[in-house]
């Protein structure tokens, strides 16, 4: 009998569902929130209401580009934790609903984990073990995973998250939300070695991003003249922002290029550690440019076996949901009705 997976993920301000059979990938559809532009960022209430008045229609569009009846689902997975809590009761009660009317199983999915598993959608996949540098807005990870089931975070950021850096550093420079793809945009067509920003010298395998985004800050307040921890403001608003302007591709470059060296010298690190030759990267920004030529590079350079998702499977999707579902129902690891989403939770 084939296992088909309806999954639900709404855990920020995307609307999706997906259905996987059999660990194959029949639909992901995604409905998208631009309402949250004109802010800068995204505005918790606004998503949860675009998550109602989304995720019917989302999850209808699903089950048609499947092929697929309500009837034929074996289970329904949504995600429970990590996220903006209005945006998973949203996802979370929907699910909820059709497991008690289709009397179907209801699997629970943590969203960082999908992003891991998401490098099992293709058909060249990892081999078990392998390591994966998860990197998205709210988190920074390496992960070791043992099985489909069996994932442990080796390392993370102890402040800010990689994708927060670029996105705080555009808002800096000026750039509109959401600014982490127009850093990669702009970087495209500047010269990285032009601008030094510092690497933080952490131990061990975890990250921080916190310093940078300092760096950064007085290096722009003194139009270039340094990127050291500087309280005194020597450039007025007007020589700040022409020193912006005319440098603004060096200057993404440059904190693109810093923020992918420490990303990598940490991921070089745990492969050394491990001596885990599998090498995955998923997340949000793994659907940068820059970090994904590096990462291939270093690979390459490494002798690795590199591993990236498609584009549509990096930022936030179902199909992720769907497939660390299938892996779940396998070992029959269902939960109960009475579960309830967690904005913040632990592997």
Request: charged share 20%; with cysteine.
């Amino acid at each position: 009998m084939p296992i088909t997976i309806l999954a639900i993920e709404s855990s920020c301000d995307e609307t999706s569902a997906a259905v996987c059979r059999d660990g194959k990938i029949l639909s992901n559809s995604i409905a998208n929130q631009t309402v949250h532009e004109q802010f800068g960022g995204v505005v918790p209430e606004l998503a949860s209401r675009a998550h109602m008045q989304n995720i019917v229609p989302v999850v209808d569009a699903a089950l048609h580009n499947a092929g697929c009846q309500l009837d034929s689902i074996n289970a329904i997975a949504f995600t429970q934790a990590p996220g903006l809590i209005g945006s998973l009761l949203v996802g979370a009660q929907f699910a909820k609903s059709l497991s008690l009317a289709l009397d179907k199983p209801l699997i629970a999915v943590h969203h960082m984990q999908a992003h891991v598993l998401a490098n099992l959608i293709p058909e060249k996949r990892p081999s078990f073990p392998f390591l994966c540098l998860t990197v998205s807005g709210g988190h920074t990870q390496i992960v070791q995973c043992d099985s489909p089931t069996q994932l442990h975070v080796i390392g993370e950021t102890i402040d800010d998250a990689a994708g927060e850096a670029f996105d705080k550093t555009a808002k800096m420079l000026g750039l509109p939300y959401p600014g982490g793809p127009l850093i990669d945009k702009h970087a495209a067509n500047g010269n990285a070695k032009r601008f030094k920003f510092p690497e933080p010298q952490i131990p061990g395998l975890d990250f921080s991003f916190s310093g940078l985004k300092t760096s950064i800050l007085y290096f722009l307040k003194n139009a270039g003249t340094s990127n050291l921890f500087k309280e005194e403001f020597l450039a007025d608003e007007s020589t700040r922002q022409k020193f912006i302007d005319e440098n603004l591709a060096d200057i993404c470059a440059s904190v693109q290029e810093r923020i992918v060296s420490i990303l990598l010298n940490k991921l070089k690190k745990a492969a050394a550690e491990t001596g885990i030759t599998d090498i995955c990267l998923a997340g949000g920004v793994s659907a940068n440019s820059g970090l994904r030529k590096a990462f291939r590079a270093l690979g390459e350079k490494e002798h690795w076996n590199t591993y990236i998702p498609a584009f549509e499977y990096c930022t936030d999707n179902a199909a992720m949901i769907a497939i660390t579902g299938y892996y779940k129902y396998l070992e029959n690891d269902f939960t109960e009705l009475s579960i309830s989403p967690t904005a913040r939770a632990e592997w």
